[in-house]
């Protein structure tokens, strides 16, 4: 019988049908266990830049993670890392940096199941959630708090990769990478911060996130019909997605039309719009609940 193939390094999709990356990992580690191998190195992929997930993925055993959309350099940076290689000091021969979109709407659809309704809520509420991030990020580093605007960069950059806002994220990526002072050292002086790239990126961002026909309404006494079975039984099978780490796009927009603007919705839709799908399922369940008590 031929012996099992072992590889030098896995990169584990965390959010894969039926078996997530999480439960692989651990029956990858349990199997080396029971064989008494060496464990091989595992490297995250995710879409979601949270750090509960990152702490879930190092405790399932592995060793590195990389956000999605793949950046090849930092994914090679992360891989070199894990496998303790020596970094080539040879420079390469430099190419020319890849045309940056302000939104590449085409490309990210994609990861958006292909609905463009949901995906231009998603952006729309990126416009309502971080139009002031330049401003919160600028009084965070004049107040000295490095580590609180370097987490906020890292995890607004990802949001905006997913979403396809190019220019935005390689802004926000030269401001979280200038925030990475490692400790004891001197915070660099505010002048030099990347804050002018980050702001003229937003200028031209906010403007392509809105919709060019809104389909919503302002008008508080306006109301709209509420479809209760059909919501229970699309938040039934979207909380069941969730849990195994996937959105399942159809259930969302039957649940966003059964529901129109009923306002536990917007909640479930900010921590999905976040990526974080524990948060949205606990949301969507308290939801669920309170309709079947309605």
């Not at 959010?15 to 439960?23: K, N, S, T, V, Y």
């Not at 231009?120 to 009084?139: K, P, V, W």
């Not at 966003?256 to 536990?264: E, F, P, R, V």
Request: glycine share 4%; hydrophobic share 45%.
């Amino acid at each position: 019988m031929a012996a099992a193939t072992r590889f030098d390094l896995i990169l584990m999709d965390l959010q894969m049908p039926q078996l997530d990356g999480l439960e692989a990992t651990r029956a990858i580690r349990a199997a080396e266990k029971a064989a008494g191998l060496e464990p091989v190195p595992i490297v995250a992929m995710t879409a979601s830049v949270l750090n509960t997930h990152r702490e879930a993925s190092i405790a399932a055993g592995m060793q590195g993670f990389a956000s999605k959309p793949v950046d090849w350099n930092s994914l090679s940076q992360e891989i070199t890392r894990v496998l303790n290689l020596q970094t080539n000091h040879t420079a390469p021969t430099p190419t020319a940096a890849p045309h940056q979109h302000i939104l590449n709407r085409k490309a990210s659809l994609d990861r958006w199941g292909g609905d463009e309704h949901i995906y231009q809520q998603a952006l729309e509420r990126f416009a309502a959630d971080y139009s002031n991030a330049a401003t919160t990020l600028t009084a965070k580093l004049a107040a000295g708090d490095l580590a609180s605007a370097h987490a906020d960069c890292h995890r607004i950059r990802g949001i905006a990769a997913n979403l396809g806002l190019e220019q935005l994220a390689a802004a926000l990526a030269a401001l979280e990478q200038w925030c990475a002072i490692a400790p004891g050292q001197t915070a660099p002086a505010l002048e030099s911060a990347p804050l002018p790239a980050l702001r003229e990126a937003l200028q031209a961002t906010l403007p392509t996130l809105q919709r060019t026909a809104p389909v919503t309404t302002n008008d508080p006494d306006t109301t709209f019909p509420l479809d209760t079975s059909a919501a229970l039984a699309a938040g039934a099978a979207l909380i069941e997605s969730l849990q195994h780490g996937a959105l399942d796009n159809t259930a969302l927009t039957t649940l966003t039309a059964s529901l129109g603007k009923h306002a536990g919705l917007a909640q479930v839709q900010r921590a999905l719009d976040d990526f974080d799908f524990p948060l949205a399922a606990s949301k969507l369940q308290t939801l669920l609940d309170n309709l079947t008590r309605s």
